[in-house]
């Protein structure tokens, strides 16, 4: 009797996180159905820290991607990255659960005369076959996935790459929350660490919207990397000094190229990698 008690609990459990997380994900469509046609004007934010942590982004990903590569960008919104890596000569597949932001970008490559084949879908149930690409990336999106998909996420993606495949991403860092909850690249979305929120604030229609945002630690990663079966081979920093300092001080080319070139030095070296205001991570998917 108390086995089938249990069994219909974890039942019950199970029925509730499904229904959390169904609804999260019908919350993050929405909004940024909403903001979509302003969303460029909105990230990233303007000063030389925003720059810094941008540039740092654009040296991690195309350091590692190249032309003829299939890849899919998974949480692909306006195509930060897909119009350039698109532009690079690979061959990529975007994915975003908004319409909305998948047209804007199909816009954009319209305009740019560039190929790429955009969906409209949920990363934890991609749309692909197993082993279709060389390189999966997501680019901040992975903050907005509820915790209960997060390994069906990362299994998904592993299943889509091509044994010797990697993964690229970039997240915030949880374990920097502990010492600062503030945003320090607010501007107009601005992240609340402690309701676990990301908000838009001052939309055109002048509504804010919220989203749900979820950081991660670095033992976070390297556990779901793990039971995806990938193996993390480069973790660095972004931002491990830049989001310290005013953007006043940074203004000074001085200061600046001295931070730039610190943080280059120290963002792949432990400890001082996993203390990045934000993680750029790598893993591989084993060949068989």
């Not at 976070?220 to 006043?248: C, K, P, Q, Y």
């Not at 001082?272 to 084993?286: I, R």
Request: proline share 4%; hydrophobic share 40%.
């Amino acid at each position: 009797m108390s086995s089938q008690v249990s069994e219909k609990s974890e039942i019950a459990g199970a029925d509730l996180n499904g229904s959390v997380a169904a609804a999260q994900k019908a919350t993050v469509r929405s909004v940024y159905q909403q903001v979509a046609a302003e969303y460029d004007e909105r990230i990233p934010g303007a000063g030389p820290a925003d720059d810094m942590f941008t540039q740092a982004e654009r040296d991690f990903i195309f350091s590692k991607v190249r032309p003829g590569q299939r890849v899919l960008d998974m949480g692909c919104g306006t195509g930060r990255f897909t119009v350039p890596m698109a532009a690079l000569g690979a061959e990529v597949s975007g994915l975003d659960i908004s319409r909305a932001m998948l047209d804007v970008l199909q816009e954009k490559l319209d305009k740019e005369n560039l190929q790429a084949s955009l969906n409209e879908g949920d990363m934890a149930n991609l749309p692909f076959e197993d082993g279709s690409f060389d390189v999966v990336t997501s680019m901040l999106a992975l903050m907005h996935i509820p915790v209960d998909d997060r390994e069906k996420v990362f299994a998904e993606a592993a299943r889509v790459l091509r044994p010797g495949g990697r993964m690229l991403i970039g997240v915030k860092n949880s374990l920097i929350e502990q010492f600062f909850q503030g945003d320090r690249f607010a501007a107009v979305d601005i992240t609340d660490v402690e309701s676990k929120e990301l908000r838009f604030t001052q939309t055109r229609s002048g509504e804010e919207y919220v989203a749900p945002w979820y950081s991660f630690s670095p033992q976070d990663l390297n556990a779901l990397f793990a039971t995806a079966g990938m193996v993390v081979t480069h973790l660095r920093g972004n931002s491990t000094i830049s989001a310290w300092l005013a953007d006043e001080v940074l203004r000074d080319s001085g200061v600046a190229g001295t931070v730039r070139s610190l943080e280059l030095k120290l963002s792949d070296v432990p400890p001082f990698n996993h203390l990045g205001y934000h993680l750029l991570v790598e893993a591989v998917k084993p060949a068989r």
